[in-house]
């Protein structure tokens, strides 16, 4: 029992380091410290509103697909050719179309050429994305080749560069913040993240991992799973605390006009110097490589189920390995510009769905497709640049979609009760009859 007992926990923890390892990508290395130089004294508001944005949402995400099931079932509620339609929209937005080339872009630009000189941008791709293959191939190991191998590292040399920091501060913080608005900024930066989308997607290979892991009762699964997410969590709240007071540390040396990727380094290279370098160019290096190796294993995973392993899991992998390391050399910000409108469109009716698999998980087919609708209209008249949604509340953080939501989910629910009744005085009148 007790055997039984401290392999479940073992799972909990190699399953928990996977997921944040799979949520902290490298874009997520450069948000936090440009926050802190944003936020100046007031770093830890500006922090708390980018984590309830960010990881809040994603959390709020994983235990949605726990409540109904799966990722499919999140959806599901939207129809059978909707729910498929968004799902993939989704994971080609935040997999092969931007996300998975990004990891290797960023990787180049960050870690290889500051520290290594010479190398060709395509021939690092195709390594890389060799990397990729090698450990997606078998969808079973991603979960624990994360977890128990590249998070460990990846954390290690999180720790050296925020340790070093705390107590070896670079400046004193500035007297005043350098942003009008510090939880505006917060919670602009945590939505554009868009983790909560990527917690679909990486529910698909979370709740593999488990179930062959031997975990098939849902009351247990859920179990593992929440601890897992709770352990993620904890493990974000400190590296993205510890990165944004490194921010704040230099928010009276810079201003606004910093660069991200930039200030990272600069950072990095004051604290560490030329080691730091090195040690930083291993963090995004892991940090990308831990996202491309889980955005890759859902995307296959849910192509996969979606023809019906007709199309078998490896090909998919195979796939999407070489579309994304041509991607990452051939016009990467092209793609983005084509894909960015999609997955603005495709964001609001997402959250929408997983607001309502968490509160109102029961709630009926109308009422969901109608709240999905009305996010959905107004995030493409935004995307269309239509001046009347600019006039819609919590337009300037993003969240202009809100109200029509709920107008429209009201709607359905009102043509919910319709059909009722009218189901009802059907029933009644055969049983008259």
């Not at 380091?17 to 004294?41: H, K, Q, R, S, T």
């Not at 450990?135 to 994360?146: G, K, P």
């Not at 990846?154 to 920091?165: F, R, S, W």
């Not at 993205?240 to 930039?262: H, I």
């Amino acid at each position: 029992m007790n055997l039984q007992k401290s392999h479940s926990v073992r799972d909990v923890i190699v399953i928990g380091f996977a997921l944040f390892a799979m949520f902290f990508g490298a874009g997520n290395v450069i948000f936090p410290p440009y926050l802190g130089v944003e936020a100046g004294p007031d770093w830890l508001s500006g922090f708390t509103a980018y984590f309830i944005a960010d990881i809040g949402l994603a959390m709020l995400a994983v235990f949605a697909l726990l409540r109904v099931g799966s990722s499919e079932a999140v959806t599901a509620r939207l129809g059978r050719i909707p729910a498929a339609v968004l799902m993939s929209a989704l994971i080609l937005c935040i997999g092969p179309m931007v996300a998975i080339p990004r990891t290797a872009a960023t990787t180049y630009e960050m870690a290889i050429v500051p520290n290594v000189s010479g190398v060709s941008s395509v021939v690092f791709s195709v390594v890389f994305f060799a990397l990729i293959l090698f450990l997606c191939i078998r969808q079973s190991t991603v979960v624990d080749i994360i977890g128990s191998v590249l998070t460990p590292l990846l954390l290690i040399g999180l720790a050296v560069i925020i340790v070093k920091g705390i107590f070896t501060p670079l400046g004193e913080i500035a007297p005043a913040p350098n942003a009008d608005n510090v939880v505006l900024g917060g919670i602009k930066a945590g939505y554009q993240t868009m983790d909560a989308l990527a917690a679909l997607p990486f529910g698909i290979i979370v709740l593999q991992s488990v179930v062959n892991k031997g975990c098939t009762e849902p009351k247990k699964q859920f179990k593992m799973v929440s601890g897992a997410a709770i352990l993620a969590g904890v493990l974000l709240l400190c590296v993205y605390m510890g990165l944004c007071y490194l921010g704040a540390t230099v928010s009276a040396q810079y201003g606004l006009s910093v660069g991200r990727a930039e200030l990272v380094m600069a950072i990095v290279e004051a604290l560490l110097g030329k080691a730091g370098m090195i040690i930083f160019g291993a963090v995004v290096g892991l940090a990308c490589i831990t996202t491309a190796i889980g955005l890759t294993s859902a995307a296959s995973a849910y192509f996969t189920e979606l023809c019906n392993n007709k199309v078998p899991y490896k090909a998919f992998v195979i796939v999407i390995c070489v579309f994304s390391a041509l991607a990452s050399n051939l016009g990467l910000d092209r793609i983005v510009a084509v894909a960015g409108p999609v997955l603005d469109i495709v964001y609001p009716p997402a959250l929408v769905v997983i607001f309502i698999s968490l509160i109102m998980p029961k709630a009926g087919n109308c009422v969901s497709r109608g709240a999905a609708l009305g996010a959905l209209s107004v995030s493409i008249l935004s995307t269309l640049k239509v001046a009347a949604i600019q006039s819609l509340p919590l337009y300037d953080m993003g969240l202009y979609w809100i109200l029509p939501a709920v107008a429209c989910g009201l709607l359905g629910f009102g043509v919910e009760l319709v059909l009722r009744s009218d189901k009802k005085k059907s029933s009644d009148a055969a049983a008259e009859i």
